[in-house]
C-alpha cells in the first residue's frame, strides 16, 4: 500500500457537500500545476482525476496537486466501456481487470477514497443478465484489492443499458453487503430515463459520490442550471439522504471565467 503520509488529509465525516471539478475540465494549455492552481483559485476544492497509464505520470499528478493544493477524491478508470468486466471474452475482462487494479493503485498514492467504475456493458453479446453475473463475479475478486488499497470501489449509473431503475442499482450494490462497493450517482444521466430526485432516495446511504451534470430532453447534455433537472429537489433529496460529500461536475472543459461561473452555480443549485 502506498505511503499517504504526504497526501492532503480526506475529507471529513459530517461536512457540507463540497464542490469539485474534472481534471479533464481544465485548460490543456496550462501546465499540470496551473491547471490545478486555476481549480483551487476559482473555488473548487478538490478534484476526480482518470486513471493514466503510467506510475510517472500519476507521480507527476500527484505531486502538481500538492503543490497546487487540490485534494484527488476520486480515480475514474478508463477501461471499463471497451473492455468491460461483462464482456464473455476473457481477454477484454483481463484489460479491464489491469485497469480497475491501476486506478485502485493511483487512488491510493494520491490518497482518494474511491474509484469510479462502470460495472458492465449491455450490447448484442451480452444480455442485461449476463451483465449483472459477470460484472458481480469480477468486482467480488476486485474486492481484496480494494481493502488493501482502503478505496472504494464506486459503482456508476451512465447511458450503459444496464442498471436502468433505482431499485436495480440498490440491490446491485446490496448483494455485495460491503462498505467498499458503493453508489457513485451522476444527476444528469438519469433524466432521459427516470427521476433524480428519486433515485437519491432509493440509493440514500448507499451514494459515496455525486457527478453534477444538466440533461434537457430536447437539445441533451446543457449547461447546469439551463436543463429538465429539478435542482431544488435534487437538494432536497440529498439533504434527506444525508449526503455531505463531493459534487464533481463532469461537463465539457473551459477558461477561467467559465469555471468560475460553473462553481457558482454549483453553490446556487446545491445550496452551498
Same mark, same amino acid.
Given at each position: 500500500?502506498?505511503?499517504?503520509?504526504?497526501?492532503?488529509?480526506?475529507?471529513?465525516?459530517?461536512?457540507?457537500?463540497?464542490?469539485?471539478?474534472?481534471? $479533464?475540465?481544465?485548460?490543456?494549455?496550462?501546465?499540470?500545476?496551473?491547471?490545478?492552481?486555476?481549480?483551487?483559485?476559482?473555488? &473548487?476544492? $478538490?478534484?476526480?482525476?482518470?486513471?493514466?497509464?503510467?506510475?510517472?505520470?500519476? =507521480?507527476?499528478?500527484?505531486?502538481?496537486?500538492?503543490?497546487?493544493?487540490? #485534494?484527488? @477524491?476520486?480515480?475514474?478508470?478508463?477501461? @471499463?466501456?471497451?473492455?468491460?468486466? $461483462?464482456?464473455?471474452?476473457?481477454?477484454?475482462?483481463?484489460?479491464?481487470?489491469?485497469?480497475? #487494479?491501476?486506478?485502485?493503485?493511483?487512488?491510493?498514492?494520491?490518497?482518494?477514497?474511491?474509484?469510479?467504475?462502470?460495472?458492465? %456493458?449491455?450490447?448484442?453479446?451480452?444480455?442485461?443478465? =449476463? /451483465?449483472?453475473?459477470?460484472?458481480?463475479?469480477?468486482?467480488?475478486?476486485?474486492?481484496?484489492?480494494?481493502?488493501? @488499497?482502503?478505496?472504494?470501489?464506486?459503482?456508476?449509473?451512465?447511458?450503459?443499458? &444496464?442498471?436502468?431503475?433505482?431499485?436495480?442499482?440498490?440491490?446491485?450494490?446490496?448483494?455485495?453487503?460491503?462498505?467498499?462497493?458503493?453508489?457513485? &450517482?451522476?444527476?444528469?444521466?438519469?433524466?432521459?430515463?427516470?427521476?433524480?430526485? @428519486?433515485?437519491?432516495?432509493?440509493?440514500?446511504?448507499?451514494?459515496?459520490?455525486?457527478?453534477?451534470?444538466?440533461?434537457? #430532453?430536447?437539445?441533451? &447534455?446543457?449547461?447546469?442550471?439551463?436543463?429538465?433537472?429539478?435542482?431544488? /429537489?435534487?437538494?432536497?433529496?440529498?439533504?434527506? %439522504?444525508?449526503?455531505?460529500?463531493?459534487?464533481?461536475?463532469?461537463?465539457?472543459?473551459?477558461?477561467?471565467?467559465?469555471?468560475?461561473?460553473?462553481?457558482?452555480?454549483?453553490? #446556487?443549485?446545491?445550496?452551498?
Amino acid at each position: 500500500m502506498a505511503a499517504l503520509a504526504s497526501a492532503l488529509p480526506l475529507k471529513a465525516a459530517g461536512e457540507r457537500i463540497e464542490r469539485a471539478v474534472l481534471d $479533464s475540465m481544465l485548460p490543456k494549455d496550462l501546465s499540470l500545476i496551473d491547471r490545478f492552481k486555476l481549480a483551487v483559485e476559482v473555488g &473548487f476544492e $478538490s478534484m476526480e482525476v482518470r486513471a493514466v497509464e503510467t506510475e510517472t505520470e500519476a =507521480q507527476l499528478i500527484h505531486d502538481a496537486a500538492q503543490a497546487a493544493g487540490l #485534494r484527488i @477524491h476520486s480515480v475514474m478508470n478508463q477501461t @471499463h466501456w471497451q473492455t468491460p468486466l $461483462s464482456s464473455p471474452d476473457p481477454s477484454e475482462v483481463e484489460a479491464c481487470v489491469r485497469g480497475v #487494479r491501476a486506478a485502485l493503485s493511483q487512488a491510493d498514492l494520491y490518497g482518494a477514497d474511491a474509484v469510479l467504475l462502470v460495472p458492465a %456493458v449491455v450490447r448484442s453479446d451480452t444480455t442485461y443478465e =449476463q /451483465a449483472w453475473e459477470r460484472s458481480v463475479t469480477e468486482i467480488r475478486k476486485l474486492i481484496p484489492l480494494a481493502e488493501q @488499497h482502503d478505496v472504494m470501489l464506486a459503482i456508476e449509473n451512465v447511458w450503459n443499458k &444496464f442498471l436502468l431503475t433505482a431499485r436495480d442499482f440498490r440491490q446491485f450494490i446490496d448483494d455485495f453487503n460491503h462498505p467498499l462497493v458503493q453508489a457513485y &450517482f451522476d444527476v444528469g444521466n438519469i433524466v432521459h430515463y427516470g427521476v433524480p430526485e @428519486h433515485w437519491v432516495r432509493e440509493l440514500g446511504s448507499r451514494i459515496v459520490k455525486v457527478h453534477l451534470k444538466d440533461y434537457s #430532453r430536447r437539445q441533451g &447534455f446543457v449547461n447546469l442550471g439551463e436543463g429538465d433537472v429539478d435542482w431544488p /429537489a435534487v437538494q432536497a433529496a440529498l439533504r434527506d %439522504v444525508g449526503y455531505t460529500a463531493e459534487a464533481t461536475v463532469e461537463l465539457r472543459g473551459g477558461d477561467r471565467a467559465y469555471l468560475a461561473d460553473l462553481g457558482e452555480r454549483v453553490d #446556487r443549485l446545491l445550496g452551498l
